[in-house]
């Protein structure tokens, strides 16, 4: 009796000490995964460069739909069509359709690239390490590499965590032209509204800046994204099914980890920024 | 070559209607498996509320905090609430909605098939006479259509309550005319609207995650990537889907245009 009750009171407090145990081997992980970035990139230069080319155009059945570049492509055009059918009703109701160019140049750069292009990014790039590493972990191809004197970690974690951030950009770049074609295609040729206002508006208050900090957001979001997904990666267990167990937790905290990173990037480049100037 | 890649994505496409279509057939067939649909109502649920909760706020706090940068600059602060409640209701809901059912519901769906495909339980039960898509994948894909109802109905909770905090207390509008001028762009056809969307979402996505767990390869690297697959066909499925939902009754002339 007073055993079992023992068992339920360390069971109950032992629940937010595991979790800030698992907390630290995370944070553990991450602070080694990126400390060894010097080591992947002098060391692991064929890997690296086999990395890239997998991070832009994925494996597998994947690939064959175009890779991780398209399909965050064709995402966000969608997203954009999306965004000027929704925006173009918004204004009309307020006489306002003339600034639907206006609303492109702020939201596309500021929020749906970002958000989508992340969320997308999270899907293709990331849940594929976490499928990878798993698959590497329960075939017990990780401790291989250990054995041969292979560090894992640097070689696995560091190298994928590296062609990301230089990979996202591109990505990146093609995302927002994509919102952009999106939401003018839509409203222009579509719509009716006529391409000379859309373009006035749109030339009048897109800003260079934006497009700056989104690229800042991007590299926030592909370290976040890249060191998550090969966390549960690298620590999955209990077989195939674990894998995919493992795939679905990666997906479900690093879409959160997106999101709340970006408000915080967000935040702090745009908070104070006095780039935004209608009134003068 | 050409040919080659084609039919290898043709044929999964058309394996998924066929799919789809036994689904929507064996909705009808009785007995409905209701124990089964209720814990897979539970399942999905407790597998999506968290996340949706985590999701819902930066996502919510993130597009408030832009959309009232511009109305400050404006002077029109106080108009937030419009902002707030049109975002919400007609986009920001469903989206996020979206990104839970795909990242995580259909995953958790498709991860617990494949570990039955390759468990071989499926084919057990078929030998023994059972129907796994009436058995197993009708209750999840009503399951999944209610949990998206519902978690579209908590994000828009999420929405207007974290924009009323984030317009009210860190960017000084003030309550009550965040409150009256919440209604001034959208209407209750416009709730019906996302929740209907919403629906259709949870579908799609339950469909997909059962379709390619049944479908996976054997081995560790089999289940790995169907979740995998799972999270981006769904994204691919759901950003068009949600556009036609949206336009179609703009066009018909059910919602909008009437404020």
Known sequence: MAGGFRRGLVHVFGVPLRLLDDLGRQASFYGQALAWTPKAVKDYKTEQVRLIAEVGMSTGALAVIGGSSIITLFITLFAGVTGGVQTFDALKNLQLEALGGFASAIITPRLLTPIVAGAALAATVGSGFTAQLGAMRVAEEIDALEVMAVRSLPYLVTTRLVAGMITIIPIFAMAMVGGWIGWKVTQVNFFGLSEGTFNHYMNTFMQWQDVMFAFAQAVGIAIVIILIHTYYGYTASGGPAGVGQAVGRAVRTSLIAVMTIELCIAMALYANSDAFRISG | ?259
Request: charged letters at 10%; one cysteine or more.
């Open chain 2, 1 to 259: 070559m050409a040919m080659i890649s084609l039919t290898r994505i043709a044929t999964p496409i058309g394996n998924f209607f066929a799919f789809t279509l036994d689904t929507f057939v064996a909705v009808f067939r009785r007995p409905f498996q209701w124990r089964e649909f209720i814990q897979q109502t539970w399942f999905v649920a407790s597998v999506s509320l968290g996340p949706a909760i985590l999701l819902g706020i930066p996502f919510v706090a993130l597009v408030t905090f832009q959309f009232n940068l511009i109305l400050s600059e404006l002077g029109a602060i106080d108009l937030s609430g419009s902002g707030s409640g049109l975002a919400t209701i007609t986009q920001i809901g469903p989206v996020a909605t979206t990104f839970i059912i795909a990242g995580a519901s259909s995953t958790a769906i498709c991860a617990d098939i494949g570990a039955r495909r390759i468990r071989e339980e499926l084919d057990a039960m078929m030998v023994l006479g059972i129907d796994p898509i009436q058995r197993l994948v009708v209750p999840r894909m009503l399951a999944t259509a209610l949990c998206a109802f519902l978690l579209n109905g908590v994000m828009i909770l999420i929405g207007l309550t974290g924009g009323f905090f984030f317009a009210v207390f860190l960017q000084e509008a003030s309550p009550g005319q965040y409150v009256d001028s919440m209604k001034l762009l959208v209407g209750f056809a416009d709730l019906v609207h996302g929740e209907l969307r919403a629906v259709a979402f949870g579908v799609v996505g339950a469909l997909v995650g059962c379709y390619r767990g049944m479908t996976c390869a054997g081995g560790p690297r089999g289940v790995g990537n169907a979740v995998n697959e799972t999270v981006v066909y769904t994204f691919l499925a759901l950003f068009p889907l949600n556009i036609l939902l949206t336009q179609v009754p703009y066009s018909l002339g059910i919602v909008g245009g009437n404020h």
